[in-house]
């Protein structure tokens, strides 16, 4: 690399490693030539990881399939990384957010950090392998679905926020419930869908079961109404549980478009809610995952683990709180 830079192998490491005086053009030439050469800086992060900048990262893998940054109504990830920057200065730390640290030309910066929490890694995600490999901290807030326990991880309760919304349907009267996860190859999708098996077959039913891309968002609700309510007359569901907010939204105004009351003739439920669940008409029941108190519990496990010191393992989520509105609440 310093001979194609015409510079000293010296000055590659300062330019690098961010040290030492040199010109800014020299340094933007050579990191251009490392990225064309695909050279992985973790030796770079395992530099300044000795000397603790005092800096967390913090990876959103769901951004990666949803497109977008910024997606409408999606408030989740928001109070996630509000508390958790927060909560990283309370403990002297600053927080980073960060795209994919291994898609092409990502920036060196992206592997400066102390630590790292990478919420919702996909299955064999290779975010959680770059970490690995490079010997850089992190926490994972959901399992990596293909290598569960094998890295430091924080359970989502995922299975349980299913049962607790099943039972919330069954209780408000469904006789036949209906679930709707995401396409990401994630623990939230998997375990969710899983645990909606077991808890079927409980009751001697068949799976009712459809996925529906989350950048669709409430676009997806038209989709998911012609698979359940397009056949056997006989086996439609009263109840439609949506692992996203979002579809729940749209299955809900998509419902009432065509008909359907809410929730008199369907009763619509989301595992994680939306801000149009808490606004639209009916409104829509869904779970208060509590963000901020696992991004409290995230940063600190991060922390201890960029300063080399035990986390005491197994970590869990917050237990969840049902919202009940309009959505599942019958006249009585």
């Not at 392998?129 to 359970?155: K, M, N, Y």
């Not at 419930?177 to 098996?197: P, Q």
Request: some cysteine; hydrophobic content about 40%.
């Amino acid at each position: 690399m310093a001979r194609a830079a015409g510079v000293s192998p010296t000055t590659v490491s300062h330019a690098l490693n961010g040290k030492g005086t040199v010109r800014r053009e020299t340094v933007e030439r050579i990191a251009a030539i490392a990225a064309e050469i695909g050279y992985r800086p973790s030796a770079i992060a395992r530099s300044l990881q000795r000397s603790h900048l005092g800096l967390l990262a913090l990876a959103i893998r769901p951004f990666h399939s949803l497109n977008t940054f910024l997606p409408e109504g999606v408030d989740y990830f928001l109070r996630f990384t509000g508390a958790a920057s927060l909560a990283a200065m309370e403990h002297g730390y600053s927080l980073m957010l960060i795209d994919d640290p291994t898609r092409p030309h990502a920036p060196l910066s992206a592997l400066s950090a102390d630590a790292y929490i990478v919420l919702q890694p996909f299955e064999n995600d290779p975010v959680l392998t770059l970490l690995s490999e490079s010997h850089i901290p992190f926490i994972a807030l959901g399992p990596d679905p293909a290598r569960p326990g094998q890295f430091f991880e924080i359970d989502d309760r995922a299975t349980e926020y299913a049962r607790i919304l099943a039972d919330h349907l069954e209780d408000a009267g469904a006789r036949r419930i209906a679930f709707v996860s995401g396409t990401d190859r994630n623990h939230w999708n998997l375990a969710t869908e899983s645990a909606m098996v077991a808890w079927w077959r409980s009751r001697g039913q068949e799976p009712l079961l459809f996925s529906a891309p989350e950048a669709e968002g409430e676009s997806a609700g038209d989709s998911i109404l012609n698979h359940f309510l397009g056949g056997d007359q006989d086996d439609r569901p009263d109840a439609i549980f949506c692992l996203t907010g979002r579809h729940a939204a749209g299955v809900s105004a998509q419902a009432i478009r065509r008909g359907i009351r809410v929730p008199e003739d369907l009763l619509v439920a989301a595992a994680s809610g939306s801000v149009q669940n808490r606004v639209s008409r009916p409104s829509v029941t869904s779970l208060d995952i509590r963000p901020e108190e696992s991004a409290h519990q995230a940063v600190a496990a991060a922390i201890a683990l960029a300063e080399g010191r035990p986390v005491q393992a197994p970590l869990s989520a917050p237990p969840p709180a049902l919202v009940i509105r309009e959505s599942t609440t019958r006249p009585r």
